[in-house]
Each structure stands twice: as C-alpha cells, then as structure tokens.
C-alpha cells in the first residue's frame, strides 16, 4: 500500500467517526485550500505548530483577509494568557497533532491545554493539520510517536527539561514538562465541525 492509500484509507475511517477529512499531495496545495475555508474579515487562530509554519498558512491566510487572534512577542504573561483564551472563540482554529491513528482517531498532547481546548470546544470550526509521518496504526504507536519527539519540541520550546538535554523521554517531573494534557478524540464535538487534512509530505516533528 503507498502512503497516499494509507492515508485515503484514514481519510475514510475519519469520515466513518464524524470528521470531515481531505487528503492533498503537498503542503502548498493543502495551504492554498485551507485559505479559501476562510472568509475575509474572520477571526482565525492557530494552536502551537510546526506545520502550518512549513506550509506557510500564516501568510496564506493572511492575504485572504482574515483577522488573526495571537499573542505579541513582549506581551506579559497575563495578556498572553488573555489572547489564548480569545482564540478560543475563533471563528476557525488550526493546529496539527501529535499522531493520527489509522482508525480515525487524533491524539494530542498539551502543556497548557489551550491547543487540545481548541479542537475540542469554543472555536466555531477546527482544522487539524497533519503530514502523513503523523499517520500511525494504533494508540500503542502513538503513545511511541508522542515519546520521539518530545525532546524535539522540548529543545524548539526551549524548556528546561531532562529530555531536552539527553534527547530522550523519561516521564519526568520537571515544572517544565510539556507532556500534561492528553487527549485521544474518537469523534469529534458535537457543536464543532472538525476537518482534518493530511498532507503526503514529512511535515511537523
């Protein structure tokens, strides 16, 4: 089976689960698609993500128009935390996933939970972003995926945490861990219209 099976056959177990879900050969075509969903002059918001900044949707969806909800570089912790709970009432909220499981599930992992919340509730659609890498069989393998590439995302965070100095997973205590909020969604919200997209490219960590 090629990858573009695999992933139309995840596409359908997707579909089966109440998702919406669209496959697309490369970034720039999912990108340019993901811009269209989006009207002029609405609010958009995106959950920490490698991969939409490799697609670059930002900039897509920024020349449509839309109205971005983000926190700026020297604000104080507290408008920070403002503008996450802001972007929860997005009109359309991105993010990406820790892993898609093959049965048409979504597992992510948050240290805030401000990205989980996101694909969960308050947003008026969701759009989960994905290249086929995140593809995986089962929950086992994602649990697996998830312990990789923690002390990526860790040393990319800049948290003080053992996995960002020896590059390696050991279910730590650390203040700084990211790994707190998991959430496996087998459906999706009954109030929130959720698509996911998968790209046939290496995308994200």
């Known amino acids: 089976m ?11 177990q997707f579909q089966k689960n109440g998702f919406q879900a ?64 802001e972007s929860e009432r997005a009109d359309a ?25 996101g694909t969960i509730f308050g947003p008026g659609r969701c759009y989960i972003v994905a290249g086929a890498n995140k593809l995986v069989p089962d929950a086992d393998a994602a649990e697996e995926r998830l312990h990789s590439c923690a002390a990526q995302n860790c040393r990319r965070l800049q948290k003080k945490t053992p996995c960002a100095v020896s590059g390696e997973c050991t279910d730590c205590e650390s203040p700084d861990r990211s790994c707190r909020v998991y959430v496996t969604m087998k459906r999706p919200g009954r109030q929130m219209p959720t698509t996911i997209v998968l790209i046939d490219e290496t995308l994200g960590v």
């Open 2 to 12: 090629t990858e573009w099976q695999r992933m139309q056959k995840a596409a359908e």
């Open 22 to 85: 669209i496959c697309f050969a490369s970034g720039a075509e999912a990108a340019a698609w993901l811009a269209e969903q989006v009207q002029p002059g609405e609010s958009v918001a995106f959950g920490g993500s490698v991969t939409l900044a490799q697609i670059s949707l930002h900039e897509q969806l920024q020349a449509r128009g839309a109205k971005f909800i983000e926190a700026a570089p020297d604000m104080d912790a507290a408008a920070r935390r403002q503008v996450l709970l």
């Open 93 to 117: 909220y991105f993010c990406s996933a820790n892993a898609l499981i093959e049965k048409g599930w979504v597992f992510n992992v948050d240290g805030i939970g401000n990205r989980v919340v």
